[in-house]
């Protein structure tokens, strides 16, 4: 069940984050040069929702191998809420501002963020402290 759980958690993580990472990233660009800014911002809240299935099995898959309390998760759990609130908070909202004034003020800012938190939720994901792979 853990390899059934894990393998759907690592692709809805590529599936779902992937696109608003990259959609959310090309976003500030796409307001500046009259491009594709509002398909971006559609596809970044889309996938977003989408995303909420990432932490879900997530924790279903850290129950299924028994390691929830482990150092790794807990932080993993701390910044994957970090990200969603970031994208929530600041990401989304900013782009509907920027939709509306074309101001991008900050958001290539809060964008990087986000990245970043995810790609450290990545990294950890990977090397997994403790880990019994050899990763």
Not at 81 to 99: C, D, S
Request: net charge positive; proline share 4%.
């Amino acid at each position: 069940m853990s390899k059934l759980f894990l393998s759907l958690h690592v692709l809805a993580a590529i599936i779902a984050i992937g696109p608003v990472t990259v959609a959310a990233s090309m976003f500030p660009k796409a307001v500046a040069t009259d491009g594709n800014a509002a398909l971006l911002h559609r596809i970044c809240r889309v996938y977003a929702l989408i995303g909420i299935s990432v932490p879900v099995l997530g924790f279903a898959t850290a129950g299924v191998m028994g390691v929830t309390g482990h150092p790794w998760v807990v932080v993993s759990v701390a910044l994957t809420t970090a990200a969603a609130f970031l994208l929530a908070l600041k990401v989304l909202p900013g782009q509907e501002q920027a939709l509306k004034t074309g101001n991008v003020k900050h958001l290539a800012m809060y964008t990087g963020m986000f990245n970043l938190l995810w790609a450290t939720v990545t990294v950890l994901m990977i090397l997994r402290p403790g880990s019994t792979t050899g990763a």
